[in-house]
């Protein structure tokens, strides 16, 4: 990637929408220091219901970036889509080349790029999606070729853009963030027990609306409780009617994902969660192994925590 930017003249980074500080890479801070930078917010429809809270978290993140430029996307939405194209056109104008515009794609592992490409290509020339796009990480393994997302006019030459692959941080500064990572599908299902991303999943439940799990179960901080409830509500049962609890998280999980149980953001978005979270990951930050170990003793402090209050 480091190779192709000397002919690169706009980069545009994806993050997460719901997460982001999370879903925030330092790497890209360091790599592309010095280089005109657009940040898109991706999946705005999964984590804002555009109420003016919602407004005021987005002012809150444009001030984090200053002077780089900051849009939220929605790739099901042409209009969003459009004023990402806008964007890039009057970027091309302003590059004043009749060659064109080449422009690069980048951000965390299913943070939405390739979505956004094909989004892009197809609202901005009319063609068909040129980039794959799958519900797990890892789907782009290679830096592909670039596609024409805007035709030449008069006024500018055609504008390209080339997809990466997602490029994961090199620490998870705390479990936490590994969590809300690994719920937004940055991380591979497999990686952290579904169970344990909803029992997270229902912990953010409760601060923000208990009444969005209303259907299955009564509100509670007991992830079995919980999870008891959604399999016989949905039939999720195994043999002599036994819960199947990992099929309910896995469907708990799809259905947050989806936007079905509610719309709301992870991470903490104030003036000083930006500069707290940068400090974290780019101090001391933990591996991976040491993210799950420190994920285990989060669980067990929890659960201890749940004794103490029903005891």
Same mark, same amino acid.
């Given at each position: 990637? =480091?190779?192709? &930017?000397? $002919?690169?003249?706009?980069?545009?980074?994806? #993050?997460?929408?719901?997460?982001?500080?999370?879903?925030?890479?330092p790497l890209f801070e360091?790599?592309?220091?010095?280089?005109?930078?657009?940040?898109?917010?991706? =999946?705005?429809? &999964?984590? $804002?219901?555009?109420?003016?809270?919602?407004? #005021?978290?987005?002012?809150?993140?444009?001030?984090?970036?200053?002077?780089?430029?900051?849009?939220?996307?929605d790739y099901r939405n042409p209009g969003s889509v459009r004023t990402v194209l806008d964007f890039a056109r009057d970027h091309a104008i302003a590059m004043d080349t009749l060659t064109g515009s080449r422009m690069m794609i980048v951000g965390m592992p299913n943070v939405g790029k390739s979505s956004l490409l094909n989004a892009l290509r197809q609202v901005g020339v009319g063609k068909s999606k040129a980039a794959f796009t799958g519900a797990q990480p890892g789907v782009t393994r290679k830096i592909g070729t670039t596609v024409k997302i805007i035709e030449a006019t008069e006024e500018q030459g055609p504008v390209y853009l080339m997809d990466t692959p997602g490029v994961f941080i090199p620490y998870v500064p705390n479990a936490e963030s590994m969590l809300k990572l690994?719920?937004?599908g940055s991380v591979?299902?497999?990686?952290?027990a579904p169970t344990t991303l909803v029992d997270y999943l229902l912990f953010q439940f409760n601060i923000h609306n208990p009444s969005w799990y209303g259907e299955y179960a009564a509100p509670t901080n007991d992830i079995m409780e919980f999870l008891e409830g959604v399999a016989r509500r949905t039939g999720r049962l195994q043999k002599g009617g036994v819960p199947d609890l990992e099929a309910s998280a896995l469907w708990i999980i799809q259905r947050w994902r989806g936007g079905q149980l509610g719309r709301f953001v992870l991470d903490e978005v104030s003036e000083e969660s930006f500069d707290r979270e940068r400090r974290d990951?780019?101090?001391?930050?933990?591996?991976?192994?040491?993210a799950r170990r420190s994920e285990k003793d989060m669980r067990r402090q929890r659960t201890k925590q749940r004794h103490l209050d029903t005891g």
């Open positions: 990637m =480091k190779t192709m &930017l000397s $002919s690169i003249d706009l980069v545009i980074e994806c #993050r997460d929408y719901r997460v982001p500080l999370s879903s925030r890479n360091e790599n592309l220091a010095g280089r005109q930078r657009l940040i898109v917010y991706t =999946k705005q429809d &999964l984590g $804002s219901e555009g109420r003016d809270r919602d407004r #005021r978290r987005e002012s809150i993140i444009r001030e984090w970036h200053r002077p780089s430029s900051v849009l939220f996307s690994a719920l937004c591979k299902d497999t990686i952290i990951t780019e101090g001391h930050g933990a591996s991976m192994n040491q």
